[in-house]
């Protein structure tokens, strides 16, 4: 920097120094009570002086108005989001910023959003600067969003070793087993001793769906531990895995404590396990500790410490917990409500299982469309995800429009209210698993493909269907849930029926306050034992 400019910087502070010296003794000489209203005062007047010049500015997006500075839109948007964004997009069109909590939301509705926020550059958006907050404390550190992205990109090649058609085959026995123990052993099931009963689909299908997956992600081993006290240890990291967490990562509650200390003490035991397995040599092809103990080395040669390995297993099984334990849930209310539907599913079961009398595989799985469409359809209807978001890490111009997104604000996709639009499904918000009649696959590449390090996945991201999001950071747990929700699914369907409990009131509404899109209380349905009675 030049001398002369040097002097016109000091100039300039001194004069600013100056004014507020002035406006210091100016403030000092009111009484109290006129203090205290300009102290109130001060951050709605910065606030409404901001939204004015922010409106007056050609290159920015409409802002919805807001009146409680800070906290902005947070409470329309984060109790009923897609009302919000409904509103939003009569007034505004498909692009608008909100205000949330201090943060500037950019929101694109529709396909060409979810081309705008998924496809955007590596050197535009950020996925870890808008998630890092939430995860890193609860996965750990070095994976996921604690690490660059071409890490991540290497981590989810390295899990999906363990996602292969190879191991699914393997996997299928596993789940159909735990769902079997699940229906002898659970309190509201006791399916030895009771031929019907009503059970909490929100306190059951989060216990089917961590048993299962650790019985076929995490081994035997893994599986055992949720018997015993250290079961105690997911349900406290679980309370960590909260929204608040994207404002206060951290705070001296006991909570956030008992957190901490459930993954050190998770993390630990994984790591044990694998120093186990390591010692003894005992590498196979069970799971996924099996899969990055054998496969965790990045390109430059950087291994992978066995605490990042412990800390991916947590991520993963953390990232497919909530997902499809809620979606199994949604999939019972609906159905709840259909027994014409149930009744079709069981003729399918019927049909492929030869009446009963083949075991249920990983392949007779892909013969089964109807079971597919309905874990399709549910996933249409309640995405767990109402949002994406990605931090903007360049100035970023939306195409075909005066608009610049500036560093530093954030981009927000919702695939889940293009799905609810009547536009893209008709009859947006009936149920109807046979809207994708001759369209069973949960997804598909059309069209071109691009890999960014964990294999093909489909370049266009304009679908108005995406529950899985796309782009680089695109679920690879896809064709795992569909194995563990149609497993589960399957032998729901041939042991028992099931309706709604008294106290129900239809498919409840949604709860969009928690980490995914979950029912609202009650959420009961009341079983029977089908005729004949099947063995559990
Ligand atoms: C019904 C079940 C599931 C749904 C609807 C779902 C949905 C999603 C979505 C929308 C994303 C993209 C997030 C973003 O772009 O910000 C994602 C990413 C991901 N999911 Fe899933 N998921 C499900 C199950 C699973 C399962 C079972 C696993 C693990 C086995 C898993 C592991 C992951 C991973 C590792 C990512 C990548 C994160 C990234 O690259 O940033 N998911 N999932
Ligand atoms: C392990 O990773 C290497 C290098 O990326 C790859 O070529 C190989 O196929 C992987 N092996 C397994 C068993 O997944
Ligand atoms: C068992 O049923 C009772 C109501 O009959 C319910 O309050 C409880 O939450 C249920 N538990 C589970 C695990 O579903
Ligand atoms: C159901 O979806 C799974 C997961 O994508 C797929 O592998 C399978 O082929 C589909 N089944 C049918 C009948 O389309």
């Known amino acids: 920097m030049g001398s002369e400019s040097e002097s016109v910087v000091q100039a300039t502070l001194q004069k600013a120094v100056g004014l507020l010296q002035v406006a210091f003794v100016w403030?000092?000489?009111?009484?109290?009570?006129?203090?205290?209203?300009?102290?109130?005062?001060?951050?709605?007047?910065?606030?409404?002086?901001?939204?004015?010049?922010?409106?007056?500015?050609?290159?920015?997006?409409?802002?919805?108005?807001?009146?409680?500075?800070?906290?902005?839109?947070?409470?329309?948007?984060?109790?009923?989001?897609?009302?919000?964004?409904?509103?939003?997009?009569?007034?505004?069109?498909?692009?608008?910023?909100?205000?949330?909590?201090?943060?500037?939301?950019?929101?694109?509705?529709?396909?060409?959003?979810?081309?705008?926020?998924?496809?955007?550059?590596?050197?535009?958006?950020?996925?870890?600067?808008?998630?890092?907050?939430?995860?890193?404390?609860?996965?750990?550190?070095g994976v996921i969003y604690d690490c660059s992205n071409s890490r991540l990109m290497e981590q989810k090649k390295f899990t999906k070793g363990a996602l292969s058609t190879e191991a699914f085959r393997k996997y299928v026995p596993k789940i159909a087993d735990e769902v079997y123990k699940y229906f002898r052993n659970s309190k509201n099931f006791s399916m030895?001793?009771?031929?019907?009963?009503?059970?909490?689909?929100?306190?059951?299908?989060?216990?089917?769906?961590?048993?299962?997956?650790?019985?076929?992600?995490?081994?035997?081993?893994?599986?055992?531990?949720?018997?015993?006290?250290?079961?105690?240890?997911?349900?406290?990291?679980?309370?960590?895995?909260?929204?608040?967490?994207?404002?206060?990562?951290?705070?001296?509650?006991?909570?956030?404590?008992?957190?901490?200390?459930?993954?050190?003490?998770?993390?630990?035991?994984?790591?044990?396990?694998?120093?186990?397995?390591?010692?003894?040599?005992?590498?196979?092809?069970?799971?996924?500790?099996?899969?990055?103990?054998?496969?965790?080395?990045?390109?430059?040669?950087?291994?992978?410490?066995?605490?990042?390995?412990?800390?991916?297993?947590?991520?993963?099984?953390?990232?497919?917990?909530?997902?499809?334990?809620?979606?199994?849930?949604w999939l019972l209310l609906h159905l709840a409500e259909r027994p014409e539907i149930q009744q079709e599913?069981?003729?399918?079961?019927?049909?492929?299982?030869?009446?009963?009398?083949?075991?249920?595989?990983?392949?007779?799985?892909?013969?089964?469309?109807?079971?597919?469409?309905?874990?399709?359809?549910?996933?249409?209807?309640?995405?767990?995800?109402?949002?994406?978001?990605?931090k903007v890490t360049r100035d970023l111009p939306i195409p075909n429009t005066p608009y610049v997104v500036p560093k530093n604000h954030f981009v927000l996709v919702s695939p889940g209210y293009c799905h609810l639009q009547d536009e893209f499904f008709p009859k947006a918000n009936t149920f109807n698993p046979h809207r994708w009649d001759n369209d069973a696959k949960s997804s598909y590449a059309t069209g071109e493909e691009v890999d960014y390090g964990f294999g093909a996945i489909s370049k266009g991201v304009s679908s108005p269907y995406l529950p899985f999001g796309g782009g680089r950071h695109r679920c690879i747990g896809e064709h795992f849930a569909y194995c563990q929700l149609g497993t589960i699914l399957s032998i729901f369907v041939r042991t028992v029926k099931w309706k709604f409990s008294p106290k129900m009131n239809g498919v409840p509404g949604s709860d969009f306050q928690s980490m995914v899109t979950l029912p609202l209380t009650p959420a009961e349905v009341q079983w029977e034992k089908r005729e004949p009675e099947q063995k559990v």
């Open 27 to 141: 403030f000092c000489g009111l009484s109290v009570p006129q203090q205290i209203s300009i102290i109130i005062a001060a951050p709605f007047v910065y606030s409404m002086t901001w939204q004015f010049l922010f409106s007056l500015r050609k290159d920015r997006v409409p802002l919805v108005p807001y009146f409680i500075p800070w906290v902005g839109s947070a409470v329309a948007y984060g109790t009923r989001p897609y009302e919000f964004f409904g509103e939003c997009q009569k007034k505004y069109g498909d692009i608008f910023s909100f205000m949330l909590l201090g943060r500037v939301m950019t929101v694109y509705l529709g396909p060409k959003g979810h081309e705008f926020v998924l496809n955007a550059k590596l050197a535009d958006v950020s996925a870890e600067a808008a998630y890092t907050h939430l995860t890193t404390p609860v996965f750990g550190k």
């Open 192 to 329: 030895n001793q009771q031929k019907g009963g009503i059970i909490n689909v929100m306190e059951t299908q989060p216990e089917m769906t961590i048993f299962t997956a650790s019985r076929s992600l995490l081994g035997e081993e893994m599986r055992a531990m949720l018997d015993t006290d250290f079961a105690y240890l997911y349900s406290d990291l679980d309370k960590g895995f909260k929204p608040i967490n994207f404002v206060f990562s951290n705070l001296p509650l006991d909570h956030y404590r008992k957190r901490d200390h459930a993954q050190r003490t998770i993390s630990s035991t994984y790591m044990k396990l694998i120093q186990k397995r390591r010692d003894a040599n005992d590498i196979q092809d069970r799971d996924l500790i099996d899969s990055l103990l054998k496969n965790s080395t990045y390109k430059d040669g950087t291994k992978m410490t066995d605490q990042e390995i412990a800390n991916l297993l947590i991520g993963v099984l953390m990232g497919g917990q909530h997902t499809s334990a809620a979606t199994s849930a």
């Open 345 to 390: 599913l069981y003729e399918e079961q019927m049909r492929v299982l030869d009446n009963g009398k083949k075991e249920l595989t990983y392949d007779l799985l892909q013969e089964m469309p109807l079971l597919n469409q309905t874990i399709k359809e549910t996933l249409r209807m309640h995405h767990p995800l109402h949002s994406l978001f990605r």
